[in-house]
């Protein structure tokens, strides 16, 4: 039945769902209700908490088309649960035959009143809302989304074809005591609720108090940051949510209406002066100058025109549908600015409203604002896990104390309440703060140094990274590229390279008119601004654009938009030859160029164009530029020159970004409004090939010394471009991403084609163009060597292009992970492959992160486990982590502090378990004797010292360098467990010590108010602690020798084992910096020192401390210096000098070195380490890590990597298997 009733939603989206359908149970109901009278409400809070339990619990399965609940699970790797309540739609209106019928009134713009009812008003009689007169639709919101009953489908959808509310992104902000009801019955303040109820029956007044009052402050805070977050988000989202819009009506009318009645279909009218996008819309008339910061980082103002009507295509490919990414360059997305408009003949710039409310841009945006995806990272998973074995440890203690008490004859409300009061003690109250506060430190850190962070929980992911991403052109290279200079093309032959395009001889030529016309260049308040590339191939021509004023657009019909023409010194002096028509204009300069259309540059193209037109001249020209490859397919094949290859390659190979020029003459049957209206396939062919423009990137100062710490830190460094391979291989040598020595193999993959499968072909970069037979030398050699360990891995790298990637992507599935291994230049990639690209490396278990400038690199930036957007806005949402500063030196620094935060987070927990466990056994050792902790011995630990310990335990900064080592990913790991362990052994033992020893002393006597064990006659001191006690009466027996002794020891042993976790080096800076940390340490050992070998009446007298004699004291200072010794010999010398070296040497299985040399020490410590394998008994294990156990596979593979002038052919079956076989070809 399941597997009947089981729905899927979104499929194939990042939000797919499987959906269940349930129908309320009054007799489950009935024994729940039962079941929570009997639990306190226990229950009901536990049903609250989760959501599948609270729907089994109350309802039975029903088929979802007539369900009044479904049951939502994620398909991703979390599979969370989700619950939501069927309603009812009701549409007062004449009755409708079809669905289609309501969808083409609303996109008409005509209201539809809708009423909303429970669906258990009538929920047998809408089995089809089609035959019902008044229409009631089934549906169902998740995530601020509503999904609808579509009997065609049978099954939910989302609002698409069927209704479309009002257009508006709605961030409620909760009431106060909602969020206040919602925070309080978090777990966490439910078990602090009951802890403080126990600790009240049990009379611990003031520490009851003193909880409460943290609690209070705890919550008071969080509601205030949450609230914040939500004003300031709404606020963003309200600012521009509601404007007056005007829209196109039926007959040409316009009519002014609120943004929150746009609907899909309808035809909004873009203000001259500009606007804030309220919905996503598609333009259809004029070109528009915007601002999509707000998406994407990127401030550069971007050039979206309208969209072109398929119809003329000239290959028929008529029937294309609108889709809003592969038409992005004609889409309007809500939230950006239009900064201004360009319209044509008088008509209006238009535009199409696509989607609305939440299934906008913007909207999609928000949602994920609001419903972040939880981190997967192993860190709190191990969390929860080492949270359930203290649970575990509190069971047998709760059973220890209930079998003591009975054998000691104890009361059974006594016995009830302390074997409570054991489980309070060993779960932590102040866990979860105690952890946030070192990601809370290094998110201010990471703020000082210009790094912005909108999801602080990936500060500690982000130390575990161990390969990184770059962006080139912006982010390893200058953004801005240099003009090197020009090559021309004359009778299919290349020129010799000219440095100065700004000359007389070259200023009528059609290259430098194609430099002038093909760009999106535009004037934004009287200053030229557009793509940088564009800007510095303007500027090289010395040219001078005008665009059209407002008024002369309305008083001319055919006024061209924007003229380019040259300075007039650049103009021969001599009158212009022969053209009659020049005498109309009474002007001297008379060369102008108008354009007249315009397509912009598209990263899947890899090109731009434009129609212009000299003025005075008949016929119109076309002119293309972009990737020279592209350009050349473009071109005619005779006008291509034959060393086209070799002279691109000379270029590339030492890292000029190259761009082709094309040009032709378009008919002179093509007039202005033909133009307006043809496709771009429909120009851009059948070219004249005019040259190359040879543009200088170079690397940015910072650049190889970033990349080289990287490299020395074992992080993987691989650069993803949308640029020419071999410039991108040239950049990658230049930077020492690629070291002089290594070689490169090419990978050229080539989908299937006539019948043929698919095939790859093996290149080296060096021996592109060569068909000679490559040395034996040159193939990278494999060092083996006895131990993974020491791998030396083989130095080559693999590049390839976008299409290669997407080919072997689909073909060649098995060959992924082996290349993902050594790939390190990925050429040419679009936006989404960029994506792939990121979750090919997640998928051999690599932690990426991603560095770029957030233009193009969004989905990569959200996919990678940390993702830098290089940006000047404080924080873009399109990455996690934005960078002020335009330079990849944050990745280190990132790094830095995330490892320390991960650090931090793992002393924390250490220091927080071991806490519960001293205090645990503290209280265990005194419950044998019927004893306890007194109330304000309680406070004093738990305040005075865990708190400031942890608070100030938790600013150590990072260490000043990215070292070698990776600290490891989770707390179940062999040193942290060691490290765990051994300290609670230490611990649990002097306690031990302490307290049965103290029994043995000479003096020792079972303590009452008379007691005289420090000779207290001597002292009028002592009397008067001895007047306080007779006049007290210690109901709970918390006065006595054993109770004095564990306090003091295990005071001491907070502090002890809060410095031996509080390491610095490699991660860290050493705990000595940590000033306040330090400060408050001695403060602390101090006071505790002085009330034992010195005591205060006062103090003895709260803290319910007896006195012992001064040898005893001395005893117990003995006993903590000898604690405090082995403690952190055990942590610093064995662990780290030991232990920890042999866990990190295997954490670094299969990292990429690039050392192929051994030092002499090294062979000495591998064989001291082997040595220490042995005695441990350490078996060789298999990795964890895919990619370490892949590069343990390929260094016995003898066909990897593949041999120079190979081809590997995909077997016919690739589909079902995915593999491949290699064949030479000779």
């Not at 914040?228 to 309200?238: S, T």
């Not at 602080?456 to 080139?472: E, H, T």
């Not at 086209?644 to 390659?649: G, I």
């Not at 710490?709 to 071999?726: F, P, Q, S």
Request: charged share 20%; hydrophobic share 45%.
């Amino acid at each position: 039945m399941d597997r009947e009733e089981r729905k899927t939603i979104n499929q194939g989206q990042e939000d797919e769902m499987e959906i269940y359908g349930y129908n309320l149970s009054r007799w489950k109901l009935a024994i729940v209700s039962v079941g929570v009278i009997c639990t306190g409400g226990f229950l009901l809070l536990l049903l609250y908490w989760i959501p599948e339990w609270r729907v089994k619990a109350t309802c039975i399965r029903a088929a979802v088309k007539d369900c009044e609940v479904v049951l939502l699970r994620t398909t991703d790797e979390f599979r969370t649960w989700f619950c939501a309540k069927i309603r009812l739609l009701s549409l007062e209106t004449q009755p409708l035959s079809s669905p289609k019928c309501v969808a083409n009134k609303v996109s008409n713009g005509h209201a539809v009143h809708l009423t909303e009812n429970p669906a258990e008003e009538n929920r047998h009689g809408m089995s089809k809302y089609s035959q019902i007169q008044s229409q009631q639709i089934r549906y169902f919101t998740h995530h601020s989304v509503q999904y609808f009953w579509d009997d065609t489908i049978h099954n939910f959808d989302f609002l698409k074809k069927l209704l479309y509310g009002v257009n508006e992104i709605t961030v409620k902000v909760p009431s106060v005591f909602k969020l206040l009801i919602k925070e309080v019955l978090n777990p966490f303040y439910i078990f602090q609720l009951f802890s403080v109820i126990l600790w009240s029956i049990d009379e611990y007044y003031y520490y009851a108090l003193a909880i409460v009052i943290m609690s209070i402050v705890s919550i008071v805070s969080s509601l205030y940051s949450i609230r914040k977050q939500y004003v300031m988000l709404h606020d963003m989202v309200a600012a521009h949510s509601t404007v007056r819009v005007s829209v196109c009506r039926v007959n040409a009318e316009i009519e002014e209406i609120f943004s929150t009645d746009l609907v899909p279909g309808d035809v909004m009218i873009i203000p001259l002066n500009g606007t804030v996008m309220p919905c996503d819309a598609v333009l259809i008339n004029g070109t528009c100058i915007v601002n999509e910061s707000m998406l994407t980082g990127e401030s550069v103002p971007v050039t979206k025109t309208n969209l072109p009507n398929p119809s003329v295509d000239l290959k028929g490919t008529g029937d294309e549908l609108y889709s809003p990414e592969t038409h992005k360059r004609h889409t309007l997305f809500c939230g950006t600015t239009v900064i201004q408009t360009r319209f044509y003949t008088g008509e209006l710039v238009k535009a199409i409203v696509v989607r609305t409310g939440f299934s906008t841009s913007k909207g999609q945006l928000v949602r994920s604002i609001l419903y972040p995806k939880p981190t997967d990272f192993k860190l709190y998973r191990d969390a929860y896990l080492f949270l359930l074995c203290l649970v575990a440890v509190a069971g047998i203690g709760f059973i220890y104390t209930i079998i003591n008490s009975i054998l000691n004859e104890v009361e059974v409300g006594v016995i009830i309440i302390e074997s409570l009061d054991i489980v309070t003690i060993t779960v932590p109250p102040a866990l979860p703060a105690a952890m946030t506060a070192g990601i809370v430190y290094a998110q201010r850190r990471l703020k000082k140094i210009g790094i912005f962070c909108i999801s602080p929980q990936r500060i500690n992911i982000c130390g575990q990274l161990n390969l990184v991403c770059f962006d080139k052109t912006g982010t390893l290279t200058e953004d801005g590229l240099d003009l090197w200079g020009i090559q021309r093309v004359e009778n299919k032959r290349f020129l010799l390279p000219e440095e100065n395009v700004c000359r007389e001889v070259l200023v009528k030529s059609q290259f430098v008119a194609c430099m002038a016309t093909c760009h999106s260049l535009t004037k934004i308040e009287g200053v030229l601004s557009g793509d940088p590339l564009d800007l510095k191939m303007f500027e090289a021509i010395g040219w001078i654009l005008e665009e059209a004023t407002e008024e002369e657009t309305a008083l001319h019909n055919r006024i061209m938009p924007t003229v380019v023409r040259p300075p007039k010194q650049l103009l021969p002096e001599s009158t212009p030859a022969g053209n009659q028509e020049m005498e109309l204009f009474e002007l001297t300069a008379i060369y102008e160029i108008g354009i007249v259309r315009q397509f912009p540059f598209s990263s899947a193209l890899q090109r731009m164009s434009v129609v212009a037109r000299v003025l005075g001249d008949k016929k119109m020209d076309a002119y293309m530029k972009g990737a020279p490859e592209v350009i050349a397919s473009l071109c005619k094949p005779e006008t291509v020159p034959v060393d086209f290859e070799k002279v691109l390659e000379d270029y590339t190979k030492q890292g000029f970004r190259v761009i082709a020029l094309a040009h032709r003459k378009l008919e002179s049957k093509l007039t202005w409004h033909k133009v307006q209206n043809i496709s771009r396939d429909a120009i851009e062919n059948n070219m004249d090939f005019m040259g190359l423009i040879i543009m200088q990137n170079k690397l940015k100062q910072e650049t190889p010394a970033v990349l080289e710490d990287l490299h020395k830190a074992n992080i993987r460094t691989v650069m993803v471009t949308g640029d020419n391979m071999l410039t991108a291989v040239s950049v990658a040598r230049d930077c020492g991403m690629i070291l002089p020595q290594d070689k490169v193999i090419i990978a050229e993959a080539l989908p299937p084609k006539d019948g043929k499968v698919a095939k790859i072909n093996w290149h080296y970069a060096d021996s592109l163009t060569h068909s000679s037979a490559i040395e034996s030398e040159a193939i990278p050699i494999k060092l083996v060597h006895d131990s993974l360990e020491d791998l030396q891995v083989t130095r080559y790298h693999f590049a390839m292009n976008g299409k290669s990637f997407s080919v072997i992507l689909e073909h060649f599935q098995d060959l992924v992970p082996k290349l993902m291994l050594h790939g390190t230049v990925f050429a040419r990639m679009a936006p989404d492959q960029k994506t792939q690209l990121v979750e090919a490396l997640q998928n051999v278990d690599y932690f990426v992160g991603m560095c770029g400038d957030g233009a193009n690199d969004c989905g990569a930036l959200k996919r990678a486990h940390g993702g830098i957007s290089l940006s000047e806005l404080e924080a873009s949402v399109a990455s996690p982590f934005t960078s002020k500063t335009p330079s990849i030196s944050c990745v280190p620094n990132l790094i830095r502090e995330g490892r320390a935060a991960l650090i931090t987070s793992f002393c924390v927990f250490k220091f927080m378990a071991l806490y519960s466990i001293i205090q645990y056994f503290s209280v265990t050792l005194l419950y044998s004797i019927l004893s306890n902790l007194g109330d304000f011995q309680f406070l004093f630990i738990d305040l005075a010292i865990i708190l400031v310990v942890v608070f100030t335990m938790s600013l150590n900064p990072a260490w000043k360098d990215l070292v070698a080592q990776r600290p490891p990913s989770g707390l179940i790991s062999g040193a942290l467990l060691f490290s765990v362990l051994s300290q609670i052994i230490i611990c649990i033992g002097f306690q031990s010590l302490g307290f049965f020893w103290v029994k043995q002393q000479p003096w020792y006597e079972e303590w009452h108010p008379h007691s005289d064990v420090c000779n207290t006659t001597r002292s009028p001191y002592w009397n008067s602690s001895h007047l306080y006690n007779e006049t007290e009466l210690d109901t709970h027996n918390i006065q006595n020798f054993e109770n004095t002794t564990v306090f003091f020891i295990s005071s001491f042993q907070y502090l002890i084992v809060a410095i031996a976790f509080s390491k610095g080096k490699p991660f860290r800076q050493p705990c000595y910096k940590n000033y306040f940390f330090v400060v408050s340490m001695i403060v602390l050992y101090v006071f505790i020192l002085f009330i034992m070998l010195h005591p205060i009446a006062s103090v003895d007298q709260v803290l319910q401390i007896v006195c012992v004699p001064y040898q005893w004291r001395v005893t117990m200072l003995i006993i903590v210096l000898v604690n405090a010794f082995v403690s952190i010999m055990v942590e610093n010398f064995f662990l780290d000098m030991v232990l920890w070296k042999v866990v990190f040497n295997r954490d670094k299985q299969g990292e990429y070195r690039f050392t192929t040399t051994q030092p002499p020490q090294e062979s000495v410590d591998r064989l001291g380490k082997c040595c220490l394998s042995w005695a441990l008994g350490c078996r060789k294990k298999i990795p964890k890590a895919k990619y370490m156990y892949l590069a343990q596979e390929l260094l016995v593979d003898p066909e990897w990597p593949p041999k120079p002038q190979t081809t590997t052919e995909a077997k016919t079956l690739v589909k079902e298997n995915g593999s491949c076989q290699i064949i030479t070809i000779t």
